[in-house]
């Protein structure tokens, strides 16, 4: 299976990734348009290799334009306390994912993920390397969607900066 990341979010990795992961990014995957298409099998050995530490997503966050700015963020790495985003950001989401299904419906494009693709997106997030997984709740904490069903959308992905889906 083949990975799409924005070239624009990869740049914007440089600013708290190190120089070593971006590189490695850049050697195996191939440029088409605005996306460096990867292999799944060399994305993986690279999020291996540079296993990323908590605070960096924390980090990548705060940079988020989209960022609460009320979190309590903190650099010591410490998971960052449950504050879901506010009901209009969630209904934005919402209306957003509806837009990107519509979209692929009309332009004939997948819908959803198969159980296994859909099953290796979960994984990520219930390892909650990110650390804004609420195993309690099921749902992530970034952007408030409920994992099982936005994992299970073909156009839908992870809401960091640098997606880990
Ligand atoms: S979607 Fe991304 S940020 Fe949200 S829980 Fe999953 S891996 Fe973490």
Same mark, same amino acid.
């Given at each position: 299976m083949m990975y799409a990341m924005h070239i624009s979010d990869i740049e914007k990795a440089k600013e708290y990734r190190p120089k070593e992961y971006i590189d490695a990014l850049y050697k195996v995957g191939v440029i088409q348009g605005n996306s460096l298409i990867i292999r799944s099998s060399d994305l993986k050995r690279i999020w291996e290799e540079f296993q990323p530490e908590r605070v960096d997503f924390i980090t990548a966050n705060r940079k988020d334009? !989209? @960022? *609460? $700015?009320?979190?309590?963020? !903190?650099?010591? $790495?410490s998971v960052p306390p449950k504050q879901y985003p506010s009901i209009l950001t969630m209904a934005k989401n919402l209306a957003g994912s509806a837009g990107r299904a519509a979209k692929a419906v009309v332009s004939g494009d997948k819908l959803l993920r198969t159980d296994e693709e859909k099953q290796k997106c979960l994984d990520i997030c219930q390892t909650n390397k990110c650390g804004f997984y609420d195993a309690e709740k099921a749902? *992530?904490?970034? @952007? $408030? *969607?409920f994992s099982k069903f936005k994992t299970r959308l073909a156009n839908e992905h992870c809401p960091l900066p640098v997606r880990l889906w």
């Amino acid at each position: 299976m083949m990975y799409a990341m924005h070239i624009s979010d990869i740049e914007k990795a440089k600013e708290y990734r190190p120089k070593e992961y971006i590189d490695a990014l850049y050697k195996v995957g191939v440029i088409q348009g605005n996306s460096l298409i990867i292999r799944s099998s060399d994305l993986k050995r690279i999020w291996e290799e540079f296993q990323p530490e908590r605070v960096d997503f924390i980090t990548a966050n705060r940079k988020d334009p !989209n @960022c *609460c $700015g009320k979190t309590n963020h !903190n650099v010591s $790495g410490s998971v960052p306390p449950k504050q879901y985003p506010s009901i209009l950001t969630m209904a934005k989401n919402l209306a957003g994912s509806a837009g990107r299904a519509a979209k692929a419906v009309v332009s004939g494009d997948k819908l959803l993920r198969t159980d296994e693709e859909k099953q290796k997106c979960l994984d990520i997030c219930q390892t909650n390397k990110c650390g804004f997984y609420d195993a309690e709740k099921a749902r *992530c904490i970034k @952007c $408030g *969607c409920f994992s099982k069903f936005k994992t299970r959308l073909a156009n839908e992905h992870c809401p960091l900066p640098v997606r880990l889906w």
